[in-house]
Structure formats: C-alpha cells, structure tokens
C-alpha cells in the first residue's frame, strides 16, 4: 500500500484525500476526505481573472491541507486545477501560492485528462458490479465546466464542456450582481439554451447515445441525492451508488428553481455554498437525463480526486 495524498481544486471547491492506495489490487482506504468551498472562479467568467479573495480563500483551505498531509505522512502529493485556473489571465498568482504552501506545483490539466481521472475515480468499483449495463456515461457537472466520459473499463471517448453551476449562474442568475431569488422563467430559458448547445457539442465527440448507465459525480449531484434519499444530514455512504430515477431529478429541479434561498438553505444536505448555485447545477443534470433518455442516474462520491490518487500511487489511468 502506498500512502497517498490528492488535491482537486475546482471552480466552486477544493478538496482533499488522502488514501492509502494498491494498483495491484484496486483497493483503495480512505484516510482523510474533506472539502472546502472557496469559489476560486469568483467572477472568472466576466473579469478573466482570479479574484484576490478568491486565490486568499483557497490558499487558506491549502494551508489547512498541507497540515493534514503532513500529520498523516502521505508518501506522494498531486495537486491537480480545473476549469478556473486554466483560463485566468493570473493564474501564475495561483501557482505560486500553492507551491509555498503544499511544496508541489499545481498541474493545470486539459478537460479531456479531468475526465479521464473523473472515469477511474467513478467506475474502478463500479466494474465489479456486472448487473450495471456497460457502457458507462461519467458526468462530473463541476462549477465551471462538464465533463462526459463513455467507456467500458477503459475510456472511449471524453468531452469537456463549459457549463457548470457556478457559470451558469453568474452568466444567467445574476442582476446587477445579486442572485435571483426564485429565477425568471426566461433566465431558466437562458440556462437551458446554453447548456443544450453544450450537450450539441459534447456530442460530436462522445456517443452519449450509446450509454446504458448513466453515472453523477459532483457536488450538485450529491446533493441531489441526499435531498431525493430524504436525509437529515449529508451521509457519504448512503449517497455513495445509490440510484436516482428521472422523476425524483425533475422534481427535484423544479423545487429548487421555486424555493427561496432560505428555503434552499434548510434543507439538511445543503452545503451554505451551494445554496445559490445548485438550481443551475441541477440543470445540467436533468437535460442530460432527458437528452439520453436515462430512467435513473447512479451516484458516485468518488470521482475525479480519486482518479488522481490512484494516478499518484501509480496505478494506470
């Protein structure tokens, strides 16, 4: 077993987990998981730019992580950034801030190697289970962006889209810098015209057709599970592959594009930093259950960071 640690920082969150990993077997013991919401992709969209609260909430969260890496000894650290780093204009901020804390370099990677990890992460438990048709359809509906990953127990074909939930948000659900509170029927319009138009695109590369099962990643995801399993409190393991039908995702899409923000925020499993972002995310994930015709979506809590744990404890991906 090989002790390692991995670091997702998306658009919305940063998260961490360190694991100890077997490539020769596929056993994988979880240590430490935990998540911070930061926004690192805070107005991304409109400026280009990492905000500085942004990059000072984030370092913040790496500082916390650099402690409890160091207290479990991970043998190997891999800090992996998405959609927002990418595209800021500052990002060379960014860089050099993580290096000082965690003493690694930020590898800012292509959409199509953030579906690749978010495929291993999602399925490497999932193939042992033969009652699930194959081939998979991965969807990690991250704040930024979307990836689609169709493959069998190896990737066919991957797409990484820019609708997300935090985007979509800013881009739609934003007025004169305030989120509406419950939506216009017209900027929910807006939102689907948008991410339809990314669906249009992600099917020029990948077969979405052809998916039999089809697999959710991601916060927006998770929480769409635990709201749908009526939970009292965010439960990893009751989320973790259980199965959603298609009516309990429109329904619940519906309530949350009505509901006011502290309705939203009631509701047990919400995370505060969800609140105003998770009616665009649930979104995404409903028009890609209509566009595939899927009757159920399969719930994974594991996913692109532990893509990159396996990736670091050197097991193929």
């Known amino acids: 077993m090989i002790r390692v640690a991995g670091i997702d920082c998306g658009t919305n969150s940063i998260r961490l987990l360190v694991a100890d990993c077997d490539p020769a077997t596929g056993d994988l013991v979880e240590l430490d998981r935990r998540m911070t919401i930061v926004r690192l992709g805070q107005g991304v969209d409109r400026t280009g730019r990492l905000a500085p609260e942004a990059l000072e909430r984030t370092f913040a969260a790496c500082r916390e992580y650099a402690a409890v890496i ?7 650290v891999r800090f992996v950034a998405t959609s927002a780093s990418r595209d800021a204009e500052n990002r060379d901020d960014f860089v050099r801030g993580v290096v000082e804390i965690l003493g690694v370099e930020p590898e800012v990677i292509s959409g199509d190697q953030e579906a690749e ?5 999602a399925t490497k438990e ?4 033969e009652h699930l048709e194959r081939p998979f359809l991965v969807v990690d509906i991250g704040g930024g962006s979307t990836e689609f990953v169709v493959g069998d127990d190896h990737v066919r074909a991957a797409r990484s889209v820019d ?3 935090v985007r979509m948000t800013e881009r739609h659900l934003v007025v004169e810098g305030v989120v509406t509170d419950p939506p216009a029927e017209e900027q929910i319009a807006a939102v689907r015209a948008d991410i339809e138009a ?3 695109l992600a099917s020029e590369t990948v077969p979405l057709a052809e998916a039999r099962t089809l697999v959710g990643l991601a916060g927006s995801v998770t929480t769409i599970a635990g709201i749908a399993l009526g939970l009292p409190e965010y439960r990893s393991s009751e989320i973790h592959h259980s199965r959603i039908s298609y009516e309990q995702v429109r329904a619940i899409t519906e309530r949350m594009l009505t509901a006011t923000h502290d309705e939203r925020a009631a509701i047990p499993v919400m995370h505060p930093g969800r609140v105003d972002v998770i009616g ?3 979104l995404v994930l409903l028009a890609i259950m209509e566009r595939i015709g899927a009757s ?3 719930v994974s809590e594991h996913d692109i960071l532990d893509g990159i744990a396996w990736s670091v404890a050197g097991a193929t991906v």
């Open 70 to 76: 160091k207290e479990l000894g991970a043998e190997r």
């Open 117 to 121: 990890f978010s495929f291993t992460g």
């Open 126 to 129: 999932l193939t042992a289970h």
């Open 163 to 165: 609708v997300g939930c």
């Open 198 to 200: 990314a669906l249009d």
């Open 280 to 282: 665009a995310g649930a």
């Open 296 to 298: 159920e979506v399969v």
